[in-house]
């Protein structure tokens, strides 16, 4: 006889009160497969727990955003924010795509040199170059965005050894009316600081005006601000026009957009709540369209988008390692990978999905990571069905940023899996060794372990 | 491992206990375990006939014995 699917026993108290307005949860469904490529293989194959890519979902989230501005302003162009994910492959599919390269260090840079990006057409950003990296800069001819007098200063000398003008922009802080203020990032626009840095670089004649950048924030849930910077950013431009009689080329928004995680606290999910691509192309092109340029002066808008353009295409795999009941009685379960590798657990509430059926009983639980750390939780509260060890599940929306700040700790980083639109899967960053973690460390003579 | 005396259950799952007035529902395993631990069947025989009528193994079954107990546990429905 055959016997009967089994279920792990499970009691729940029942609490009388009033309805929770949004109804109840429903509809958690197993996630088998990405891309059409089984979730059980992908872990067989590459391992537990594995990063996975959808490169369909990279140009999908591309084209779109791409649009969205285009089809709104005559001039746009993308930069590739390097530190959102920098791994090689990801960054050529942006730069097979059209996106110029954004970057903010010097490794940075020179990865986008090796990613082919021709130096014109890379963008340096961030407040720490140094002299050589300038140099290599103003030498490929890229766009180097200052961040504050010391680097203004430190180019005008440069410029006096180097056959190249450095081609510069200056970074706009600002009020946008957004809590918190990014001051951090350029010069001010409120107390002049920024007028004062483009008379200089006007009248030195010794480097060439091209852009103005502004980075006003992450995560921004807030279309105005964007208006507010775009205008900011047009003023500045149109007197530099009238008052220095120079024209700026570009105006570069920098990035921010969100993407739909849902952030820690928040009281509705975040695809119900961010705005869209849309919604900020709209205030930004309106704003440039509608402040008084000549058609043939508009400047080429640039764009440093990240987090929006592949946060939803990346996802983490993994396996439960343990269940257990906390003191309290709560059921907590201990999957593979933590907050090591998974840094936007600390300030999302990831989506996690069972990889496999089950049965209809969810159970409120608390997700550890495996470190031996007390932070090292993925989620403090989330409703899932129950867990076995060795089931697989799936995290959601991790493309951005976690493949980058990620650290070796504890654990090892695992691999990373690109699917192509065809289907096909490729390794596109094996999982690290503790070869790979010790080659670095040079052990002095006295302190060698004796054979 | 006994169950308080006074616990009300159903074949359905819904258990109520009046000493505290809490209530609970459980799934259909849930309701089988508990109405044998208060007919009084001894652990063993419970673990016995699951493992006859149910696709389970021996190791998962003791893990969720163990579970099941501190939850009952938590729950307020053991014997002191």
């Known amino acids: 006889m055959e016997k009967l699917t089994y279920e792990k026993p499970y009691i729940k108290k029942l609490h009388a009160g009033v309805m929770n307005k949004f109804g109840t949860r429903t509809g958690i469904q197993p996630v088998k497969q990405i ?6 293989k992908l872990i067989e194959g590459y391992g537990s ?6 490169e369909k979902q990279i140009r999908k989230n591309y084209r779109s955003a791409y649009r969205a501005f285009s089809t709104r302003y005559p001039k746009v162009q993308f930069a590739w924010s390097y530190k959102t994910n920098y791994l090689n492959a990801v960054c050529q599919i942006f730069h097979q795509e059209g996106s110029w390269a954004e970057v903010v ?10 990613n082919g990006v021709p130096g014109n057409k890379i963008i340096f950003n961030g407040p720490g ?14 766009l180097i965005h200052i961040d504050h007098f010391e680097e203004l200063n430190q180019l005008l000398t440069l410029s006096k050894e180097l056959v190249n003008k450095p081609r510069v922009a200056i970074r706009v802080n600002m009020d946008t009316g957004v809590y918190p203020s990014w001051d951090r990032f350029g010069f001010n626009y409120e107390n002049n600081e920024a007028w004062t840095a483009l008379e200089k670089i006007v009248t030195s004649g010794k480097l060439q005006l091209v852009g103005l950048h502004c980075h006003i924030g992450t995560y921004m849930l807030s279309t105005a601000a964007y208006g507010i910077a775009a205008n900011t950013l047009c003023d500045l431009a149109m007197r530099c026009n009238t008052l220095l009689n120079h024209k700026i080329e570009y105006l570069d928004m920098g990035g921010g957009f969100p993407s739909t995680n849902t952030l820690k606290g928040a009281y509705l999910p975040g695809a119900d709540t961010v705005p869209t691509v849309d919604d900020f192309a709209e205030i930004i092109t309106s704003t440039l369209l509608n402040f008084g340029f000549a058609q043939e002066d508009l400047p080429l808008l640039i764009l440093e988008s990240g987090r929006v353009l592949i946060d939803d295409a990346g996802y983490l795999l993994g396996t439960v390692i343990a269940n257990k009941r906390l003191n309290n009685g709560k059921r907590a379960t201990i999957m593979d990978f933590g907050v ?6 600390f300030w999302y509430e990831h989506q996690i999905s ?12 608390i997700i550890y990571g495996p470190l031996c750390m007390n932070i090292d939780v993925i989620r403090e509260s989330i409703n899932l069905p129950l867990l076995n060890t060795g ?6 929306k991790v493309g951005a940023y976690n493949m980058t700040q990620w650290m070796q700790f504890i654990t090892l980083r695992p691999a990373v899996v690109l ?6 899967t490729h390794l596109i960053r094996t999982n690290e060794t503790l070869h790979y973690t010790e080659e670095p460390e040079v052990m002095p003579a006295h302190l060698r372990p004796s054979k | 491992m006994k169950i308080k005396s006074d616990i009300a259950t159903s074949e359905n799952g819904f258990i109520f206990n009046p000493a505290t007035g809490d209530s609970f529902s459980g799934n259909a395993m849930a309701a089988q375990w508990l109405l044998a631990m208060k007919n009084g069947k001894p652990e063993e025989d419970i673990k016995k006939d699951i493992l006859e009528k149910y696709n389970v193994s021996v190791e998962q079954l003791e893990r969720d014995w163990d579970d099941w107990i501190v939850q009952l546990k938590e729950a307020n429905l053991l014997e002191n």
């Open chain 1, 391 to 396: 089931d697989h599940v799936v995290v959601h």
């Open chain 1, 49 to 54: 727990p594995v990063f996975v890519l959808s």
């Open chain 1, 340 to 345: 090591n590798i998974l840094f936007t657990s």
């Open chain 1, 354 to 365: 069972p990889a496999q059926d089950f049965n209809p009983h969810n159970e409120n639980m």
């Open chain 1, 419 to 424: 699917i192509d639109e065809q289907q096909r």
């Open chain 1, 129 to 142: 170059k140094s002299k050589e990296e300038l140099k290599i800069a103003v030498d490929n001819n890229s």
């Open chain 1, 105 to 114: 260090s010097g490794s940075e840079y020179q990865k986008a040199l090796g």
């Open chain 1, 35 to 40: 891309d059409g490529v089984s979730v059980k």
